[in-house]
């Protein structure tokens, strides 16, 4: 840093924290006042302790970090499954920040804000940087992307920018955000950090090197010092320039005075304090903070905990702040690590924080595990002290001055200097003339999702409990002013504190849907609402000043002051003073919708309202009371608003109306004079009946001087599993996992009547959407019914055709065609047996993908006889100890095409024979369907035997399933939990195998002999597919029905389904980014060969537009239009689009 340089002083103005044991700044405080250690034993979802008992057994940990808020970020599933932890903590930090700084995030876009980021942890890249199949790895764990993702998710064109300095990272951050602002580059910054541990190998390196506690604790400055303990958390501050901040009201935390950072250069070692650095550091920043070094209080140092570093630190801190404070009191040192361990680059905000919160509450907390000093330190010559208790800090707040160290491992260090400011006022004093009128007052609260707004309205009637009006009034001010208004509100009027928790507690939520227009009703009957207008005038400082400005430009015998305030006035002067009075409402409105505004007029308002929408000043209205033909001379183009006529006439000015009506889907119509019960009630009445609606307004029309600033519930995100899928199973659709927790769809199929055939038909509806026995069965990337599937329904449609039979044997059975499956929608299969005599006959299985007589396909034949009695077999011969297979064969198997999900893998262990081998097969948590005696996994294992047996070429063609020249089923069976598989010994990958299933009694059950394989191309598999669907639903559909693809298209690539509120969103708003915007252009070009350009879909199209445009296409070439049906509300699942659509070919650029 450069000492010659001014230093600028930097507010902090917001900020937030995610701590282990606090999940917010308040209850980070109330642990360090009490003293409380949260470190704790490492939860089993991270690692395994009982492997590394030495040394990663304790730590300081997150409760949650794969749970995200993805929706409230619109960001898809499946970008979020692949986003580091660490950059879902910073973006709801972010949000979290903003709302304790009283700032709606939406106020800022466009602004030149920025964010800088202190990250050094590389857990979730480490842990999956091998997963290719993500296009959102790169930008999930980059941490770059994690600054950058919180400028691109608000709108924040200021700098953007990762820092990593080790240790140092986040205090660098900070330090650079204060230059930044100094610099101009900026007026204020997010600077904030995370740290995430996923993995033990850091650890377990960092042990090696001797610096991590084998007690388990830091203890900073204490005797038993032996190392630290690692941890996680994230933290977050806002900054803004100080006499900014001061000029806008923000409430200010706390004044950076300094920062600084430096380097140890060439010491004693790369990774070795150097006190000499450090010491000249603290100089540098006391000197450029202007203050003498008596002035420093509270030193909230790096303190790690190892009995040298934490030595040269304190003779660092005493050759730079101690010999030049002679007679001062001792100089307090802490370090927030003994309470939660080292947060590594994340450390130094955290400590920063305390520092904050100690300045704020005048007290400094006791740090922990120093009872007994180190040595070392030579902390015993009382110019320096350890607080053991809280301290009081007997200092007026204002100047109350900490420094905050923090020192990376490489050599980097880095030194904030912070002063407190004048306590902020209470919420009695901030609630002091902060709303238009003493009477009646509206508390607002709002969330995106109906979940969180119940949890917000909970914690909002805590936050209330035992408040009186005035804080009552200061928490709505405040929830109004300082928060972002979302979909989902609540609106409750209240006028004493009591009846507002209560009625809170008892309101209704509402869904304010998508933002629309609001169209204000300017007619005789609102002007007739004198009262009403006369208490506005006196309570209401906005309508106020548009009357006295009104007012002004008038003539003096035209007293609007005096007539509105209840006056008499000549006939002629009333006339202009009702055209005035219509003038200024409409003014009024205009000042506080934010939202798109129109008015609907009648004879009465229309003048007026044309006038002051036009741009017609207010000094001309008495001339067009007199001449209204004047009003014709104006041109359209200077109309700001629509306005609507509410009746029929032909005047100069008809082209200064709008056309038409206002479509009443769209519009929030507003009629003033429905409300207005009493005159005090109007102002809230109306506020809350637009707000309800979605309208977006400015509530300083009802708090013109409010506070933003009171103790609110931060917003109750909704947090969702969002992970990865395990390596092996990365491709598998997500459905199969919830599928395979619980029961699995029915199986039993339907019987169909045929009296006068000699058939017996069942009739069976497959939804793979609700199936894992379908979704788990994955042939690259494509849903298809499996062959054990198949056999299964055969083998059960047989057993119940002879009821009494205890072996079935099928023979010649032969697979014809795959049957393709899809989560969007259902196949219909149907098993038409035809027998030849009491105990024989043949079989053939159909499916059909659409409701279509003509479209049916079979898929299977074979033939069948049945038996009472189960023949002779072989049983099974001692297996002895089985070895496990090769933990790397189904994710082996998947990078081939054969994407098993979990119900399909039940191969466990194997063992070679000279003639044969065999398996073990286990149950992996599936449950078997109603209506088939055992799961088509098990089945379908003997299939993944014989690839692991004879080493088949996975990079090769596909091999499916071709036929089986017999297949004998012994009942009764019950569901199998475990089996041994049998395989006769050959080397031939091509040769039919005979496969043996044994039951835990050593009885064969199930025997398949010479099954015979195929070999098939993947680009032949996907052209049956294509074949089999009529992929173009164009070519075939009735109209309507390209709309319901294009729904699920879109929803697919968005990640999320599109109810019919959201139509009309900006696509960017649902979670749209360049890559989806990529993807969906390959989709859209190939199915209605139209070309939508990338920009034309980040640019603000919603669904609704893409849908017309798409339409006009369509109709342009004579096909069927896609709009022609009303679109339906979508109930699509999220992977609806199938697989072999997704070969998109996409380009990044680097």
């Known amino acids: ?70 929706a409230f970020f619109s960001v898809s599933e499946s970008e979020a499954a692949f986003m580091c932890p660490q950059q879902r903590l910073l973006l709801e930090l972010a949000w979290h920040t903003f709302e304790h700084a009283g700032v709606a995030p939406s106020a800022l876009e466009g602004s030149d804000t920025g964010v800088f980021v ?143 950072v430096n380097h140890n250069g060439r010491s004693n070692g790369l990774t070795a304090p150097n006190p000499q650095a450090q010491t000249h550091l603290i100089r540098q920043c006391i000197r450029t903070a202007g203050i003498d070094t008596a002035a420093l209080d509270y030193v909230e140092a790096a303190a790690t905990g190892t009995r040298m570093g934490d030595a040269i630190e304190v003779k660092a801190i005493k050759d730079a702040l101690v010999a030049e404070r002679p007679g001062a009191n001792p100089l307090m040192l802490g370090s927030v690590k003994s309470n939660l361990g080292h947060l590594e680059g994340t450390g130094g905000i955290v400590g920063l924080i305390k520092a904050l919160l100690s300045i704020q509450h005048g007290q400094i907390p006791p740090s922990l595990h120093s009872q007994t000093l180190n040595p070392l330190c030579q902390l015993d010559d009382a110019t320096l002290s350890i607080p053991q208790c809280v301290v009081p800090w007997n200092r007026p707040t204002s100047e109350r001055i900490a420094a905050v160290s923090s020192f990376g491992f490489g050599g980097s260090n880095a030194h904030v200097v912070v002063r407190g400011v004048q306590s902020p006022e209470s919420a009695r004093a901030a609630a002091d003339g902060c709303v238009a009128h003493p009477d009646w007052h509206l508390l607002t609260l709002s969330a995106r999702a109906p979940e969180a707004l119940q949890s917000l309205i909970q914690a909002a009637a805590s936050h209330l409990e035992g408040a009186d009006l005035a804080e009552a009034q200061a928490f709505a001010s405040a929830a109004a002013l300082g928060r972002e208004q979302h979909r989902y509100r609540v609106a409750v009027p209240f006028r004493d504190a009591a009846a507002l928790r209560a009625s809170l507690l008892a309101s209704q939520s509402v869904d304010a849907g998508t ?30 000043q548009i009357v006295d400005d009104t007012a002004a430009q008038l003539p003096s015998d035209v007293p609007l002051n005096h007539w509105i305030s209840g006056g008499t006035v000549p006939e002629w002067s009333a006339a202009i003073c009702r ?22 007029v009648d004879p009465t308002g229309e003048l007026a309202a044309i006038a002051r929408l036009s741009g017609v000043a207010a000094s001309d209205l008495p001339m067009l009371c007199e001449n209204p033909a004047r009003l014709g001379h104006w041109h359209a183009q200077s109309k700001r608003l629509p ?39 109007f102002l809230t009445d109306l506020l809350a009946n637009l707000y309800l609606q979605g309208a977006r307004l400015d509530w300083s029309v009802l708090y013109p001087q409010g506070a933003r600033h009171a103790k609110l519930p931060l917003y109750p ?60 069965h994955v042939i690259d990337g494509h849903y298809i019914l499996s062959a054990a599937a198949q056999i299964g329904l055969v083998a059960e449609g047989l057993m119940n055709h002879a009821a009494a039979a205890a072996h079935v044997t099928l023979s010649d059975v032969q697979f014809l065609a795959p049957t393709f499956l899809s989560l969007t929608s259902t196949v219909d299969a149907q098993l038409i047996i035809e027998p030849d005599g009491p105990s024989c006959g043949t079989c053939q299985l159909m499916t059909t993908q659409r409701d279509d007589p003509t479209a049916w396909q079979t898929v299977l034949t074979c033939e069948f006889t049945t038996s009472a009695t189960a023949s002779a077999s072989r049983r099974l011969p001692e297996t002895g100890d089985m070895h496990p297979v090769p933990p790397d064969f189904y994710a082996a198997m998947a990078r081939a095409g054969y994407e ?49 047996q004879t080493a088949t070429n996975l990079g090769g063609e596909l091999r499916l399933p071709a036929g089986v020249e017999a297949i004998e089923i012994r009942r009764p069976m019950a569901p199998l939990q475990s089996c041994v598989l049998t395989i006769d010994k050959t080397s031939d990958a091509n040769a039919p195998a005979d496969f043996w299933l044994y039951d835990d009694s050593g009885l064969p059950v199930v025997t398949l002999r010479q099954a015979r394989f195929g070999a098939l191309s993947r680009a032949a598999l996907a052209q049956l597919e294509r074949a089999q669907r009529a992929v173009d639903p164009l070519a075939t559909a009735e109209p309507g029905s390209a709309m319901q693809w294009l729904l699920a298209t879109v929803s697919c690539v968005l990640g999320a389904p599109i109810d019919t509120e959201q139509h009309t969103l900006p696509l960017p708003s649902l979670g749209l980014d360049s890559l989806k915007a990529m993807e969906l252009q390959g989709y859209l070009r190939r ?32 096909t069927h239009p896609i709009t022609s049906t009303q679109v339906p509300a979508a109930s699509i699942d999220i992977e609806s689009f199938d697989r072999s659509h997704r070969d998109t070919l996409v380009e990044i650029e680097l």
Not at 30 to 48: F, I, N, T
Not at 522 to 533: A, C, I
Not at 911 to 936: E, M, T, V
């Open 717 to 776: 995100f909704q947090h969702q599993y969002h992970w990865p899928a395990p390596p092996d199973s990365a491709l598998v659709n997500p459905v199969s996992a919830s599928a395979t927790s619980k029961e699995d769809a029915d199986w039993t199929g339907q019987e169909l009547p045929l009296p006068l055939l000699n058939q017996r038909r069942r009739q069976y509806r497959l939804d793979a959407s609700c199936s894992s026995v379908l979704a788990d």
């Open 1087 to 1118: 199915q209605f060969r139209t070309e939508v350009g990338v920009t034309q879909l980040l640019g603000g199209m919603s669904f609704q537009a893409l849908a017309q445009q798409l339409d006009h296409a369509q109709a342009a070439s004579s």
């Open 515 to 544: 933002r629309r227009t609001v169209c204000v009703a300017l007619d005789d009957q609102v002007l007739e609402m004198v009262q009403v207008w006369q208490w506005l005038y006196d309570h209401c400082p906005a309508f106020t």
């Open 900 to 948: 098993y999900g979990p119900s399909y893998r039940w191969l466990a262990a194997m063992r070679d024979f000279p003639d044969s081998a065999r398996y073990g097969l286990k149950n992996p948590d599936a449950r078997c369907p109603k209506g088939l005696s055992w799961h088509p996994g098990l089945l379908d294992s003997c299939f993944h035997a014989l690839a692991l």
């Open 118 to 260: 202190g990250l050094c942890g590389h857990d979730f890249s480490i842990q999956h940087w091998e997963r290719s199949e993500s296009l959102y790895l790169g930008t999930g764990t980059s941490n770059a992307v994690a600054a950058n993702r919180i400028s691109f998710q608000f709108g924040l064109h200021g700098p953007s920018l990762a820092i990593d300095a080790a240790c140092a990272s986040s205090l660098s951050a900070v330090h650079l955000a204060c230059r930044s602002i100094a610099d101009g580059e900026c007026a204020q910054a997010l600077a904030g950090s995370a740290n995430v541990l996923l993995l033990p190998q850091v650890t377990a390196n960092l042990a090696e090197a001797g610096v991590i506690s084998k007690s388990g604790r830091c203890h900073s400055f204490g005797g038993a010092a032996d190392g630290y303990v690692r941890s996680e958390g994230a933290a977050m501050v806002l900054l803004k320039r100080l006499d900014l901040a001061e000029r806008d009201g923000d409430r200010i935390l706390g004044v950076i005075l300094a920062s600084g």
């Open 643 to 681: 306005i609507y006529r509410s009746h029929r006439s032909e005047q100069p000015w008809e082209h200064l109306l709008s056309p038409g009506k206002p479509d009443p889907k769209r519009t929030i119509f507003c009629q003033p004079d429905d409300l207005a019960l009493a005159p005090d009630r």
């Open 579 to 600: 055209a005035a009075l219509c003038y200024c409402v409409a003014a009024w409105f205009e000042g506080f919708v934010r939202s798109p505004l129109a008015f609907q």
């Open 1 to 70: 840093m450069n000492p010659t340089r001014p230093s600028v002083p930097v507010a902090v103005i917001g900020l937030a924290c995610r701590l282990p044991g606090a999940a917010d700044a308040g209850a980070f405080w109330q642990a360090l006042l009490h003293g409380r250690d949260l470190v704790g034993s490492v939860p089993a979802d991270r690692w395994d302790a009982s492997a590394h008992p030495d040394f990663v057994s304790h730590g300081a940990f997150l409760a949650d970090v794969i749970g995200f808020d993805a």
